[in-house]
């Protein structure tokens, strides 16, 4: 590969060592035979019908996959609803007084809810939606924090058949404003306000800001988390109210053909607005409970938690969905892992006997950070497995993990996958494949991966290349079901897939070994990955362009050695810009566009951006920049001079 290819943009971490299951683990795992890999392969796409058959249908399907798609018709001809399949079944199984929900909130308080009353409150708040006049296929938008009513209004929207929108509570009033437009949705579940590190945030008044920049009318529901009674205007209501009001109402849940929509969710791309991934009610559904239950382990009588927020993809499929429709205890909690002391997170693992602790890498190299001592206070014998999810492990913080956390006895799961996959793909089965720390693993069972060079031939072991997806999968979007082009306005970097009826670039740079494990080496695409959440570069960019005084701005990404990626933003200004002043403004102006978690963690003042001669923004030496390498040969800028200015910058930064 040439070595100015957007792949190879870091060395493919040492994965030298493995990490057998550990026994114990395999004589209770949910799937230990290896027998499943070949299994699938023989007899794929049938296979899949193992995931169909893990929830109730209204109508069985008439094929595990219908059509040669695309489109790509997954549990061809059959109904089902979301609501019912995570709700009343396992009230109707005689386990409605097992725990569904235990919340743990910002203040220490905690709540749960057994299957019968969630089931109870998501029937109540669905009869409400109903008479505020919410029809099946209208988009609701839930502007919540990590708080019960986000998963009770999620899955009452899914009993009657209302796609949700979930965005992300720490997005900004604009960020907010573009998702309900683009969605066309009238209606937005919001709360008054939240705690944060003990402070409040005042959600109401963002999501106020953002109706005023709708043209249509909107019908909101507050809940009141703060306690202080939200002042309500005409078309808004208390949820305790409406709750209230509908005390013991019925919804009868709406059957949905396997291909209907269950719920959009917005994603970061190359473009400058956010897009918007449909996914599937049958597929969807039977993707992310297979895979919690073959590569989480999860069973019914665990307590589960997935530390992952629900305003991401993670948090949809595996603290909501995957974890309800198997009939466990998932765990929501909504404060941050440090507060009030840095052993929170261990604290409430041990009180609560967490079985399957699901996290981001990025929090696991803050709990490194923090040392230890944190994780040593606490009994976490409870724990019987470990994942991360979001951004490349490197193999220190994994070892980390399954040491001090698992106490080496837990299989530590390196799950690779996306806002577009719905769930799991590349990983390891705990129960049968060995682990490597730094590698993902294998495609799952009925899952087909390789890595390409650009002409789209699988490279050598060890060889970069990028990530494609050979095979359709049940968890595939609904948009890229139905559209053959879906691919074709992404990403500027890509392989030739034409040696393949049908392939999805991930726009992920990977290398495999002999044993046909992948290494991830991050996005090739504009997209930074920060924390383990994916924003567009042209997104900051763009707003940091409309500050007044900002000439120009290239936004990419840099070495952090907590998040992963930290945001670089280079920026020339106007003559006469005042550089302290523009800081602050270009950080507002981030802050306003999409939020606090995407303000520049760096900024770079540079009289010019360094550009071909055919004026393009050279972003991969900006990139060399910021991680501090040498930039090599640059005579072939239109403006050498530059580079020196922006190395010295950095060196004062
Ligand atoms: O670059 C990959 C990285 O996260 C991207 C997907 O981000 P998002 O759609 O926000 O979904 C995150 C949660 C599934 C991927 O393109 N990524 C995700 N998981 C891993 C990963 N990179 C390396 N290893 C992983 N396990």
Not at 116 to 134: C, I, K, M, P, T
Not at 293 to 310: E, F, G, M, N, Q
Not at 324 to 335: C, D, N, Q, V
């Amino acid at each position: 590969m040439p070595s100015d290819d957007p792949v190879d943009r870091s060395a493919s971490p040492s994965v030298d060592e493995t990490v057998d299951p550990p026994p114990a683990f395999v004589e209770q795992a949910n799937v230990a035979d290896e027998s499943v890999y070949d299994e699938f392969a023989a007899d794929w796409p049938d296979c899949w019908a193992r995931a169909g058959d893990l929830l109730d249908w209204d109508r069985e399907y008439d094929a595990v996959l219908g059509g040669e798609g695309p489109p790509f018709r997954w549990f061809d001809g059959g109904e089902l609803n979301a609501s019912y399949n995570c709700l009343d079944r396992h009230v109707e199984s005689g386990r409605k007084n097992q725990v569904a929900l235990t919340w743990e909130g910002r203040l220490g308080e905690s709540r749960t809810y057994s299957y019968l009353e969630l089931y109870r409150e998501v029937n109540e708040f669905a009869a409400a939606l109903r008479d505020l006049g919410v029809e099946e296929d209208d988009v609701v938008t839930l502007y919540l924090p990590m708080i019960p009513e986000l998963p009770i209004a999620m899955l009452a929207c899914a009993r009657i058949g209302a796609p949700h929108s979930v965005v992300f509570a720490g997005f900004s009033a604009d960020a907010l404003a573009t998702r309900m437009d683009d969605a066309d949705s009238e209606y937005l579940v919001t709360c008054d306000g939240y705690y944060r590190r003990g402070a409040p945030v005042h959600q109401k008044s963002k999501a106020d800001n953002a109706a005023i920049g709708l043209d249509h009318d909107v019908t909101t529901v507050v809940v009141d988390r703060l306690g202080d009674g939200t002042p309500l205007t005409d078309g808004e209501h208390d949820y305790d109210q409406l709750v209230g009001t509908h005390r013991g109402a019925t919804v009868e849940p709406v059957s949905r053909a396997a291909t209907d929509q269950l719920f959009l969710i917005y994603t970061s791309g190359t473009t400058g607005e956010p897009t918007g991934v449909r996914h599937t009610t049958g597929g969807y559904l039977a993707h992310v409970a297979w895979t919690a239950r073959s590569v989480l382990d999860v069973k019914p009588a665990d307590t589960y938690w997935c530390s992952a927020d629900i305003g991401w993809i993670t948090g949809h499929s595996y603290t909501v969905y995957a974890p309800l429709a198997l009939g466990t205890t998932t765990m929501l909690y909504e404060g941050t892992p440090d507060y009030p002391e840095k052993d929170r997170v261990w604290e409430l693992i041990e009180r609560n006997a967490v079985d399957v602790f699901y996290t981001a890498p990025t929090a696991i190299r803050a709990f490194m950070k923090w040392g230890e001592k944190h994780p040593d206070r606490h009994d976490l014998s409870s724990l019987r497995l470990l994942g991360t999810v979001g951004e490349p492990i490197n193999p220190r913080a994994w070892k980390w993990y399954h040491e001090h956390i698992g106490n080496g006895e837990c299989p530590v799961v390196d799950t690779w996958w996306q806002t577009e996959t719905g769930g799991m793909m590349v990983t390891t089965l705990p129960g049968v494949d060995r682990m490597k720390p730094g590698a993902a693993g294998r495609p799952l069972p009925g899952i087909g991966a390789e890595v390409v060079d650009g002409d789209g031939e699988p490279v050598d072991p060890g060889e970069s290349g990028y990530l494609v997806l050979t095979d359709p999968w049940p968890g595939m979007p609904l948009s890229m079901v139905q559209d053959e082009d879906w691919f074709a306005a992404r990403g500027s970097t890509r392989p030739s897939l034409d040696r393949f009826d049908w392939a999805y670039f991930t726009e992920d740079g990977a290398t495999v070994d002999d044993d046909g494990y992948v290494t991830l080496l991050g996005r090739v695409d504009d997209v930074l990955n920060v924390s383990g959440h994916r924003f567009g570069t042209t997104e900051i960019e763009s707003a940091i362009a409309d500050v007044d005084g900002v000439a120009e701005a290239a936004v990419v990404a840099g070495p952090h050695d907590l998040k992963g990626e930290a945001v670089y933003a280079y920026v020339s200004l106007a003559d006469g810009a005042d550089r302290a002043e523009i800081r602050t403004l270009v950080d507002e102006a981030v802050e306003a566009a999409i939020g606090p978690i995407a303000v520049p963690d760096v900024v770079v003042f540079t009289p010019d951006l360094p550009k071909t001669r055919s004026g393009k923004v050279m972003r991969r030496l900006l990139e060399s920049v910021a991680r501090g390498e040498d930039l090599g040969d640059t005579s072939a800028l239109r403006n050498p001079e530059v580079v020196g200015e922006l190395e010295s910058t950095l060196d004062d930064d």
